[in-house]
């Protein structure tokens, strides 16, 4: 990693962190504090890992910062409380995903009302998301222990899909699904969460958010979900395929009549029919991708036999 074998200790952290009382907004006052992180400076991630410590950066980056203060200098800690959390330590994702009562203090900003505070929405998205995402140096075994656990947590919430539906609105928690969605990196584990956001109706609840009833923000962030999740299913490079089960889901005949139906609304609008019009024509330009590579394997296969025959003719 480049932050270990550039940079050293910044004598003035050393010399905070000598004090018995130190407090986590005295370190973050020092400009240097995130470099040292990266840096994995010993005695500055021993701090870092205390569970009071890492419960004041969650709550830094899920609650909403005083009215007191600058509105320059309004988000300065919950924006370097993110930085902390997601700067590929592993001892700090560790300790967050192993507890519990951290993850829940996390969970919690999905409670909240409509409309998430869209800049600390930005900070829970990246720090929740880092979570299923494997860090540069992780091994697989690790990759999936902490993608297991992260996800066992969420599951066990029971409303997980429900709400962060309900806010996808903003954009920051849209891109968090799509995380959870396409970026999960082993098979087993995708398809796991495939299954279970179907049971938990994760489609369908994004075509709600595409009725005239819903906002154009939603309607965007569900229109773009959709479309993401057939894109996603065909990409070779992903290698998805069609078994995912929440394209399944999107391609079944019921999804595909509510799609018209909305289509077809009486109190239809141009930002409902718009992006319904654009999932539909993503379907079906998936389905002619799909065709066209059936048809191109059938010729490439009746070409071989021809060779195949034309050779045996030969010999003969």
Request: net charge negative.
């Amino acid at each position: 990693m480049f932050w270990k074998y550039n940079f050293g200790s910044s004598a003035q952290i050393e010399t905070l962190l000598g004090k018995e009382d130190v407090t986590l907004q005295e370190l973050m006052e020092e400009d240097e504090l995130l470099q040292e992180c990266k840096a994995q400076n010993r005695k500055l991630i021993e701090f870092l890992t205390r569970e009071d410590v890492l419960q004041e950066l969650v709550n830094l980056v899920v609650n909403e910062p005083s009215q007191d203060k600058e509105i320059t200098m309004r988000f300065k800690y919950a924006n370097l409380a993110s930085e902390l959390l997601t700067s590929d330590v592993p001892a700090i994702v560790d300790k967050l995903v192993a507890s519990p009562n951290l993850l829940d203090v996390l969970y919690k900003f999905l409670e909240k009302e409509k409309p998430l505070n869209p800049l600390l929405a930005s900070f829970f998205s990246k720090v929740l998301g880092m979570l299923v995402q494997r860090r540069s140096e992780q091994n697989w075994y690790s990759y999936q222990f902490t993608c297991f656990q992260v996800l066992d947590f969420l599951k066990s919430k029971g409303d997980f899909v429900e709400a962060a539906v309900s806010h996808i609105g903003t954009s920051a928690i849209m891109d968090l699904l799509l995380k959870l969605i396409c970026n999960v990196e082993e098979d087993e584990i995708r398809q796991s969460v495939h299954q279970w956001f179907c049971e938990n109706h994760l489609v369908e609840r994004l075509l709600e958010r595409l009725s005239p009833e819903a906002d154009s923000d939603e309607h965007t962030s569900a229109g773009q979900i959709l479309c993401e999740i057939v894109v996603a299913a065909h990409d070779p490079a992903q290698d998805q395929g069609a078994s995912s089960p929440i394209l399944a889901k999107l391609e079944s005949e019921e999804s595909v009549n509510r799609l018209l139906d909305l289509l077809l609304h009486e109190e239809r609008n141009e930002s409902s029919v718009t992006h319904v019009i654009s999932v539909l024509l993503t379907l079906l330009n998936s389905r002619v991708q799909l065709q066209n590579q059936k048809h191109q394997q059938q010729q490439q296969q009746q070409q071989q036999q021809q060779h195949q025959q034309q050779q045996q003719q030969q010999q003969q």
